[in-house]
């Protein structure tokens, strides 16, 4: 680690300058001229240049899987910017790990090339189906995989998927790329791939199969059962806190004397448990600290409903109280109290253990990687999607304690923190600007639901079966009423006054 002070000359990151970045800073030890390409990751941001991309780079510091380069690639307006500023670095993303003792700072060269962004995506899918290609990973956030709220299975009626059944060669989504990918591999023989999805969902694999099988399936049977049959959708947990790239983040490496369009930060702390199902080979991940696993399953449900959920938590209630990042909101004495309540009373009794770590212990952890100071992660990039994040995150333990007549007071609470969110406006007034891909539609049922709170159980489609639980319903009332009523702080000490003591005294342990 090094605390390092402005540089006066500014070195642009490219393979030419290398050599002239300041000694501090690590960089790659591999001829990135040899490299070649095994995977094409759609969804370039900043977690995969984080997570992925940096466990790959640490193999090729061992001078392994330099036939595994990353071809970055998307589909989105965003994408067309991103893809010229890595171009124009060849590809190189500056790293910094931000340890409340100081940073570290390396420069990492495992991406090669980044597809173009055309019409159809035709460019997109030719580089997919191209032979030299093995593994095609993902990264495209949790909302992002057309599922149906209520069943799971693939929306076919939402208009992008019926586009794509009906146009399969020149496809609006991922996975009609994907899938007319995966169709001229069969035609030109060049065999099935692994699709590798990174996003934050419980069974992240199986959830990708069925999106990609039930797609080709609409416009191609015979090409659904080959995929279904001969690729591999590997279940996998992936976990670091990587925040966006702001003009902050920009100043804080220019200040390193480096010139990065778009470098990125990152806690210390990185996981990564996928399980070993890899049709067409794989880097040796498990040399540089990744876990294989035959039980992904355990391992994800802790951290999607411990740190995922632990997200909601607290920035629903920042949101509202005006608070900007994650670290602020666990120096806040009631929304910390909310979040070791919740998690300590209503979520970690329905979350096992994995080899190593407690959910007890993994509280504790999650507890002061929230409070690391250095990580400005932002409130308004936590809450972003509230949608598929509460869904996906919290509404399955909610699910767990209505069945097994466990409290549920918190996670009613945290429910209708949400709510009081997607109203638009912050107890000071102040107006909380669109964050959802369907902001207008949970504006409305929320400012509704202040005078008649269950019309948000009923209307935003989010809840299925948990919208029809009585004692929830009128837990949830309750909740928001004294929200509206008393306001968030009054209703986050009404509810954490009757929690355990032990946990009360167990949060100066954690917060500290």
């Given at each position: 680690?090094?605390?390092?002070?402005?540089?006066?000359?500014?070195?642009?990151?490219?393979?030419?300058?290398?050599?002239?970045?300041?000694?501090?800073?690590?960089?790659?030890?591999?001829?990135?001229?040899?490299?070649?390409?095994?995977?094409?990751?759609?969804?370039?941001?900043?977690?995969?240049?984080?997570?992925?991309?940096?466990?790959?780079?640490?193999?090729?510091?061992?001078?392994?899987?330099?036939?595994?380069?990353?071809?970055?690639?998307?589909?989105?307006?965003?994408?067309?910017?991103?893809?010229?500023?890595?171009?124009?670095?060849?590809?190189?993303?500056?790293?910094?790990?931000?340890?409340?003792?100081?940073?570290?700072?390396?420069?990492?060269?495992?991406?090669?090339?980044?597809?173009?962004?055309?019409?159809?995506?035709?460019?997109?899918?030719?580089?997919?189906?191209?032979?030299?290609?093995?593994?095609?990973?993902?990264?495209?956030?949790?909302?992002?995989?057309?599922?149906?709220?209520?069943?799971?299975?693939?929306?076919?009626?939402?208009?992008?998927?019926?586009?794509?059944?009906?146009?399969?060669?020149?496809?609006?989504?991922?996975?009609?790329?994907?899938?007319?990918?995966?169709?001229?591999?069969?035609?030109?023989?060049?065999?099935?791939?692994?699709?590798?999805?990174?996003?934050?969902?419980?069974?992240?694999?199986?959830?990708?199969?069925?999106?990609?099988?039930?797609?080709?399936?609409?416009?191609?049977?015979?090409?659904?059962?080959?995929?279904?049959?001969?690729?591999?959708?590997?279940?996998?947990?992936?976990?670091?806190?990587?925040?966006?790239?702001?003009?902050?983040?920009?100043?804080?490496?220019?200040?390193?004397?480096?010139?990065?369009?778009?470098?990125?930060?990152?806690?210390?702390?990185?996981?990564?448990?996928?399980?070993?199902?890899?049709?067409?080979?794989?880097?040796?991940?498990?040399?540089?600290?990744?876990?294989?696993?035959?039980?992904?399953?355990?391992?994800?449900?802790?951290?999607?409903?411990?740190?995922?959920?632990?997200?909601?938590?607290?920035?629903?209630?920042?949101?509202?109280?005006?608070?900007?990042?994650?670290?602020?909101?666990?120096?806040?004495?009631?929304?910390?109290?909310?979040?070791?309540?919740?998690?300590?009373?209503?979520?970690?009794?329905?979350?096992?253990?994995?080899?190593?770590?407690?959910?007890?212990?993994?509280?504790?952890?999650?507890?002061?990687?929230?409070?690391?100071?250095?990580?400005?992660?932002?409130v308004r990039r936590v809450a972003f999607d509230g949608g598929a994040r509460h869904s996906g995150f919290l509404h399955p333990t909610i699910r767990k304690a209505i069945a097994n007549g466990c409290k549920i007071e918190g996670l009613a609470l945290v429910e209708a923190l949400w709510a009081r969110m997607c109203e638009g406006t912050r107890e000071d007034r102040s107006v909380i600007e669109p964050n959802d891909p369907s902001w207008t539609f949970y504006q409305q049922i929320a400012k509704r639901a202040k005078k008649a709170p269950t019309l948000w159980l009923d209307e935003t489609h989010a809840y299925g079966d948990i919208a029809k639980d009585e004692a929830f319903r009128e837990m949830f009332t309750q909740q928001l009423e004294h929200i509206w009523r008393d306001g968030v702080e009054s209703a986050i000490v009404n509810y954490c006054s009757n929690s355990n003591p032990w946990?009360?005294?167990?949060?100066?342990?954690?917060?500290?």
């Amino acid at each position: 680690m090094t605390d390092v002070k402005a540089h006066e000359k500014l070195i642009k990151i490219s393979n030419a300058n290398l050599d002239d970045l300041p000694a501090f800073v690590k960089r790659p030890n591999y001829d990135r001229s040899k490299l070649k390409a095994g995977i094409v990751h759609i969804g370039l941001g900043n977690f995969h240049r984080a997570h992925q991309a940096w466990y790959l780079h640490r193999l090729m510091q061992r001078g392994e899987a330099l036939d595994w380069a990353i071809v970055g690639a998307g589909i989105m307006e965003f994408d067309k910017e991103q893809r010229q500023k890595l171009l124009s670095q060849d590809c190189l993303t500056t790293l910094v790990e931000l340890d409340p003792d100081g940073q570290s700072v390396e420069v990492i060269g495992s991406m090669i090339d980044y597809v173009e962004i055309s019409d159809g995506n035709s460019a997109l899918i030719k580089r997919m189906s191209d032979a030299d290609i093995k593994i095609i990973s993902l990264t495209v956030t949790e909302g992002g995989y057309f599922q149906d709220p209520n069943s799971g299975d693939l929306d076919y009626a939402h208009p992008d998927i019926k586009f794509d059944a009906a146009h399969a060669q020149t496809p609006k989504t991922v996975f009609g790329a994907i899938v007319e990918a995966l169709r001229l591999r069969y035609i030109q023989g060049n065999g099935p791939v692994t699709l590798q999805s990174c996003d934050n969902l419980q069974g992240n694999g199986t959830i990708l199969r069925k999106t990609v099988v039930s797609l080709a399936k609409m416009s191609d049977p015979k090409l659904a059962v080959w995929i279904d049959e001969n690729c591999s959708f590997p279940n996998s947990m992936v976990d670091c806190i990587v925040p966006a790239t702001g003009q902050m983040e920009i100043d804080l490496v220019t200040s390193l004397g480096i010139k990065d369009a778009v470098p990125v930060t990152h806690e210390n702390f990185r996981q990564w448990v996928i399980e070993d199902d890899f049709c067409a080979g794989r880097p040796a991940w498990e040399k540089v600290g990744v876990t294989l696993s035959d039980d992904v399953h355990a391992f994800e449900t802790m951290k999607i409903c411990l740190l995922n959920a632990g997200h909601q938590i607290l920035a629903n209630a920042g949101e509202i109280l005006g608070l900007y990042t994650i670290d602020e909101c666990m120096a806040h004495d009631a929304i910390f109290s909310l979040f070791n309540t919740v998690q300590r009373e209503e979520i970690a009794p329905h979350v096992d253990e994995v080899p190593g770590m407690t959910p007890e212990q993994y509280v504790q952890l999650i507890s002061k990687r929230f409070a690391n100071p250095k990580i400005k992660d932002t409130v308004r990039r936590v809450a972003f999607d509230g949608g598929a994040r509460h869904s996906g995150f919290l509404h399955p333990t909610i699910r767990k304690a209505i069945a097994n007549g466990c409290k549920i007071e918190g996670l009613a609470l945290v429910e209708a923190l949400w709510a009081r969110m997607c109203e638009g406006t912050r107890e000071d007034r102040s107006v909380i600007e669109p964050n959802d891909p369907s902001w207008t539609f949970y504006q409305q049922i929320a400012k509704r639901a202040k005078k008649a709170p269950t019309l948000w159980l009923d209307e935003t489609h989010a809840y299925g079966d948990i919208a029809k639980d009585e004692a929830f319903r009128e837990m949830f009332t309750q909740q928001l009423e004294h929200i509206w009523r008393d306001g968030v702080e009054s209703a986050i000490v009404n509810y954490c006054s009757n929690s355990n003591p032990w946990h009360s005294a167990s949060s100066k342990v954690a917060k500290g």
